[in-house]
């Protein structure tokens, strides 16, 4: 009988640990999780708003290259992250996870905040643009060190069989970054009107970063050291010089190239074509309307977010490689099919009189053509068809000074384009794969990078190839691709070369050189 008591005593208590774990790792999820995901938020703001703040930025006239000047200063802080990985690395590194992106969040929500400040051209000229991007710059660097800090902290402290899963909700929090942002600024837009929010508006969601800042210091104030960094420490072996432990021994150099070679290049553009690039495609490329192209995006995110973890988990149990190569597999196979249906989707320059339920008698302007007495004539309706979509017309001519010339009529426009129910829903569904692609590439990829590395160079050897992979590869699409498919020549279509060649030139890396195998390094979890 008391033999049977102390057994039962002796599972109680190992049940009891069990469950302390388990609270403990969830609370370490949870408060390393927030941060990050207001981090992704504070950085996804200046894309989510590129055009909005292109024209605030940039002279009335520029055109076209008001968007792509911006989305240039918006990349400009992808391309500084990997300096951000290896100076917060370091850090990271030498005292420690907790200390480091802590510092990290107050650099990022400082930012952030200040970009919600800054004047317009009009007020400043020249000085609005370039104020922002040494702020952008600066926003690069800050992510740079926080989000190898907060999936190397959330690793250590999980058991090496559930790596998978416990990092995979890490992973969630950069599309939950740009879920928050979209739906900030599209509540923003609705409660002040469109005209407040374009004039001034949209200062509000960067304003608004510093109140979720300050919460999560808070959080992470009470946070604890990592316990493998910790029993490092204790025993002397942290790292004296980790770029050099990091970078200069060979073996661990060649996983930093085949880590960002072989996985976070192609990762990083399926993450960036999925999500950014898709909906800048959509509002820029096939004038879908503001609202409607961020709802497509909200939908999508919400129906695919929990994949990030699901995958994740999956890979505990198979492997993170072959997961990760089929999601860029099914974007280089699928990415050019689903842009042409969005394209023809919403071309409605073959609209037939007999689909128009009703259209707004046109709206008549003139505006003076520069260095010429001739004027330009702009005439705009509200179109709306039987199956509910509508959109907005604009028909321009040209009329000449001298009268014995007759107007020139130049090729109609079409903007703001509002979509029929089961389109929009194709749409969600087109964005919701894509994102799910995303997953696959993304939920597996944190235990992958920390179990390529010691624990004592950890920090400094997985941000890098991350931060170059997942910042500069992937963050570079919105612009490479836009700019590209601006070429003379080009179709809709040519942006989307560049992510493809990306990600099938990951495919073939990956697949002869990466291992479905957790290298050993002789080193215990706990």
Not at 96 to 118: A, N
Not at 496 to 501: E, V
Request: hydrophobic share 45%; aromatic share 14%.
């Amino acid at each position: 009988m008391g033999i049977n008591c102390s057994f039962i005593k002796a599972k109680y208590e190992s049940g009891m640990r069990i469950e302390s774990q388990k609270n403990s790792i969830f609370k370490v999820i949870g408060a390393s999780s927030l941060g990050t995901l207001i981090e992704w938020y504070d950085f996804y703001i200046f894309g989510s708003l590129a055009t909005i703040i292109g024209a605030q930025l940039f002279p009335a006239d520029a055109g076209a290259s008001a968007l792509i000047n911006t989305l240039a200063i918006f990349a400009a802080g992808f391309i500084v992250r990997p300096f951000g990985a290896l100076v917060f690395g370091r850090l990271g590194d030498l005292i420690g996870r907790k200390y480091t992106f802590l510092l990290t969040l107050v650099l990022m929500g400082g930012s952030t905040f200040l970009i919600g400040l800054i004047p317009s051209y009009s007020s400043i000229g020249y000085a609005a643009p370039i104020l922002v991007l040494i702020l952008r710059l600066i926003q690069g660097l800050a992510l740079g060190g926080e989000y190898g800090g907060a999936a190397t902290y959330v690793a250590e402290h999980a058991p090496a069989n559930r790596r998978g899963f416990f990092t995979s909700w890490i992973q969630t929090t950069a599309t939950g970054g740009l879920f928050l942002s979209l739906g900030i600024i599209v509540l923003t837009k609705n409660l002040i009107g469109a005209e407040d929010f374009a004039a001034w508006g949209w200062r509000i969601p960067f304003l608004l970063s510093i109140l979720l800042v300050g919460v999560s210091i808070y959080i992470r104030m009470k946070m604890h050291e990592s316990p493998m960094f910790t029993k490092l420490k204790s025993e002397g072996k942290v790292s004296k010089n980790p770029l050099k432990e990091s970078f200069s021994n060979k073996t661990n150099f060649k996983m930093v190239l085949l880590a960002l070679f072989g996985a976070t290049m192609g990762q990083g553009v399926i993450w960036y074509t999925g999500q950014f690039y898709a909906q800048s495609f959509l509002e820029n490329t096939c004038k879908v309307d503001f609202n409607d192209s961020r709802y497509i995006l909200l939908w999508g995110i919400a129906f695919a977010t929990p994949f990030f973890v699901i995958f994740g988990a999956w890979s505990d149990k198979v492997g993170r490689k072959w997961i990760m190569l089929t999601g860029m597999l099914l974007g280089i196979v699928f990415y050019r099919p689903i842009y042409q249906v969005f394209l023809d989707d919403t071309d409605v320059s073959r609209v037939s009189q007999q689909d128009i339920k009703e259209s707004t008698v046109p709206v008549v302007t003139r505006t003076a053509v520069p260095k010429s007495l001739d004027s330009l004539i702009t005439r705009t309706s509200a179109v709306t068809l039987l199956n509910g979509a509508s959109y907005t017309r604009v028909e321009t001519y040209t009329r000449f000074a001298e009268r014995e010339k007759t107007d020139q009529r130049h090729p109609d426009t079409f903007k703001d384009k509002k979509l029929s129910a089961p389109v929009f829903w194709k749409f969600v569904g087109l964005i919701f794969f894509q994102i799910l692609l995303v997953t696959m590439v993304y939920g597996p990829i944190a235990a992958f990078l920390v179990e390529l590395f010691p624990t004592k160079i950890r920090y400094t050897s997985m941000s890098l190839p991350y931060h170059v992979g997942n910042g500069v590869f992937g963050g570079l699409v919105p612009f490479i691709a836009t700019l590209i498919a601006s070429f003379s020549g080009a179709t809709p279509l040519s942006g989307l070369w560049y992510p493809i060649g990306i990600a099938a030139l990951s495919l073939v890396i990956g697949t002869i050189y990466l291992s479905n195998k957790k290298p050993d390094h002789g080193e215990s979890d706990h």
